[in-house]
T-cell receptor, first 113, second 115 residues
Framework: GESVGLHLPTLSVQEGDNSIINCAYS??????FIWYKQESGKGPQFIID?????DKRQGQRVTVLLNKTVKHLSLQIAATQPGDSAVYFC????????????FGTGTRLKVLA | GAGVSQSPSNKVTEKGKDVELRCDPI?????LYWYRQSLGQGLEFLIY????????KSGLPSDRFSAERTGGSVSTLTIQRTQQEDSAVYLC???FGQGRNQPQHFGDGTRLSIL
């Protein structure tokens, strides 16, 4: 099927290594952030979220770090597996009940066997 | 199923034809979004529905685009007189409410190709 994001930055990692994917967000007023994973031919899948009152949040094999000073968000994937190969992108949302999110263009993660 | 369902999954049509894309959100989700995703681009917001409120249509790129949501559930995105630049993946998402701490759940999209 069609592959989304053919010209995205690519991160290649060896299976079993840790991966770090970065995102620079745009709005200093944003206070809620989400990481999505999008496999080829599929819709974006929610991975983990974080609010601006936190610096770090952990899930299963994933950790999100938030640095509000430099408006930077990162996703760390531990012990990367072939099934982690996908495009990852971040989304930011500003408080006050707004429903509009700003989505990044994404990074393609390739896991090498 | 329990997720957002979109149909058709693929649509190929000739320039100038009208197309209709369907989205069935997660049951109980009051918010519904349509996005467009082009190669190498971030998600482009098209339209937002929340309950019985008037939809936010500010993202629709032209008057050839329209959307409806009947009964607060299923939504249809219609593109009239399609152009080649309309070729993209059209994604639908739904959420339980709006704003903070309400992540959107996406369908797998409709891949639209205009010949």
């Amino acid at each position: 099927g069609e592959s989304v994001g053919l010209h995205l930055p690519t991160l290649s990692v060896q299976e079993g290594d840790n991966s770090i994917i970065n995102c620079a967000y745009s709005n200093s007023a944003s206070d809620y952030f989400i990481w999505y994973k999008q496999e080829s031919g599929k819709g974006p899948q929610f991975i983990i979220d974080i609010r601006s009152n936190m610096d770090k949040r952990q899930g299963q094999r994933v950790t999100v770090l938030l640095n509000k000073t430099v408006k930077h968000l990162s996703l760390q994937i531990a012990a990367t597996q072939p099934g982690d190969s996908a495009v990852y992108f971040c989304a930011e949302n500003k408080n006050s009940g707004t429903y509009k999110y700003i989505f990044g263009t994404g990074t393609r993660l390739k896991v090498l066997a | 199923g329990a997720g957002v369902s979109q149909s058709p999954s693929n649509k190929v049509t000739e320039k100038g034809k009208d197309v209709e894309l369907r989205c069935d959100p997660i049951s109980g989700h009051t918010a519904l979004y349509w996005y467009r995703q082009s190669l190498g681009q971030g998600l482009e917001f098209l339209i937002y529905f929340q309950g019985n409120s008037a939809p936010d249509k500010s993202g629709l790129p032209s008057d050839r685009f329209s959307a409806e949501r009947t009964g607060g559930s299923v939504s249809t995105l219609t593109i009239q007189r399609t152009q080649q630049e309309d070729s993209a993946v059209y994604l639908c998402a739904s959420s339980f409410g709006q704003g903070r701490n309400q992540p959107q759940h996406f369908g797998d999209g409709t891949r639209l190709s205009i010949l």
